[in-house]
């Protein structure tokens, strides 16, 4: 072999290399899309997964709402992150896309058609990504949190799955006279005025909190299987872990279905973020595989189907030890659906033996006089 042909065999070797390595990388964009709903134009940015090609297949849509004071530009500050959740495989291909909301916005008026229509719409135009609610993603970190709790349980029909991360919300269903000092300290009333009319419109706030808005839609949540991911630290520097804990407990008591996360020694933001960024795409990525929840369609034996079977009789639980529970822990849950099946019966007329989320009781003891 001569020295040219050499060298043109190596350059071709190396070339092949660098495009490989090309295609492990996101790549980013920045657009200014004109919106007709926000008659102004709104500045955009995108991280497209490796290997992208243009409508080369419908992928998902993963919208990302920033935080207070923030832009587009607060999306490519995770593109590190980004790129380590396709790396291992956390998320699968598709589009994730940010926007400038206005520093202190919280999405209200149009931003939330711009959210569930109108980007969606440019996304598919530019992108080729899918339309359908199943392929359909929303996330947020603080007022982004806030959006994206809002606009998904606004719009339960339109997402797959919402991550709202350290949501900024308050402890509350009805807006207090003197609101209390401990969750309204980091919001003067100049932003309330901003946000929800000036002067400041109680009413309007009331209705476009999350856990009023949990409330009137809770059967349409719970009709559209919408998953719902919720997270806060509980060292949050403005005490967003009870608002949080307040809407976690709001979720609860009207039977939607959610993952709750108050993350030990996590403040607002900070180095946290990272991590728990993933664990919440994590969350996103199984909504779209169908969930995760344990298969109880297990094959059992004769001998563990009769002791499914028999196990509840007469109202009672049989409480003596067994080692058919202990054979193979895998399948208890197909166990439990077996063993669930006679107390489908008394679940009809006692709704406190429904197989979900019950009442919970008060957390404090009311001395009686």
Same mark, same amino acid.
């Given at each position: 072999m001569s020295r040219s042909v050499s060298f043109i065999f190596i350059l071709l070797l190396a070339s092949c290399s660098v495009e490989k390595e090309a295609n492990k990388q996101v790549t980013t964009e920045l657009h200014d899309v004109l919106s007709e709903i926000r008659g102004e134009i709104v500045p955009v940015s995108v991280i497209l997964p490796p290997g992208f090609k243009?409508?080369?297949?419908?992928?998902?849509l993963l919208i990302n709402l920033h935080g207070g004071g923030g832009t587009r530009d607060n999306l490519l500050r995770q593109l590190n992150t980004y790129q380590e959740m396709?790396? &291992?495989?956390?998320?699968?291909?598709?589009?994730?896309?940010?926007?400038?909301?206005?520093?202190?916005?919280?999405?209200? #008026?149009?931003?939330?058609?711009f959210v569930t229509d109108e980007l969606p719409k440019w996304a598919a135009e530019k992108y080729g990504i899918s339309l359908k609610p199943e392929h359909t993603l929303l996330t947020g970190i603080?007022?982004?949190?806030?959006?994206?709790?809002?606009? #998904?349980?606004?719009?339960p029909e339109r997402f797959i799955a919402i991550a709202p991360m350290e949501?900024?919300?308050m402890p509350i269903l009805e807006f207090p006279q003197e609101p209390h000092k401990r969750n309204s300290w980091w919001t003067p009333m100049q932003i309330? &005025?901003?946000?929800?009319?000036?002067?400041?419109?109680?009413?309007?706030?009331?209705?476009?909190?999350?856990?009023?808005?949990?409330?009137a839609n809770a059967q349409r949540i719970r009709d559209s299987g919408l998953n719902i991911y919720l997270e806060v630290?509980?060292?949050?520097?403005i005490q967003l872990h009870d608002g949080a804990e307040f809407l976690h407990r709001v979720f609860w008591d009207n039977d939607i279905r959610h993952e709750y996360h108050l993350v030990r020694w996590a403040d607002h933001v900070g180095l946290s973020m990272h991590n728990r960024t993933k664990e919440a795409h994590a969350f996103l990525a199984a909504a779209l595989m169908g969930g995760k929840s344990e298969p109880i369609d297990l094959p059992l034996t004769p001998e563990q189907l009769q002791y499914a079977q028999s196990v509840f009789g007469e109202g009672e639980i049989d409480t003596e030890p067994t080692s058919i529970?202990? &054979?193979?822990?895998?399948?208890?849950?197909?166990?439990h659906a077996e063993l669930w099946k006679p107390l489908k019966r008394l679940a009809k007329d006692d709704p406190d033996m429904k197989r979900a989320y019950g009442k919970l009781p008060k957390t404090t003891i009311i001395q009686e006089k």
């Open positions: 243009n409508n080369s297949e419908s992928l998902p396709f790396d &291992e495989g956390i998320l699968p291909p598709l589009v994730v896309i940010s926007f400038s909301g206005g520093p202190i916005s919280y999405y209200q #008026g149009t931003w939330e058609t603080s007022m982004g949190g806030y959006g994206s709790l809002k606009i #998904g349980l606004k719009n949501p900024a919300i309330y &005025e901003d946000v929800w009319g000036k002067p400041f419109d109680p009413q309007k706030f009331i209705d476009d909190n999350p856990a009023n808005i949990a409330v630290g509980d060292e949050d520097f529970m202990r &054979e193979d822990l895998r399948l208890a849950p197909t166990i």
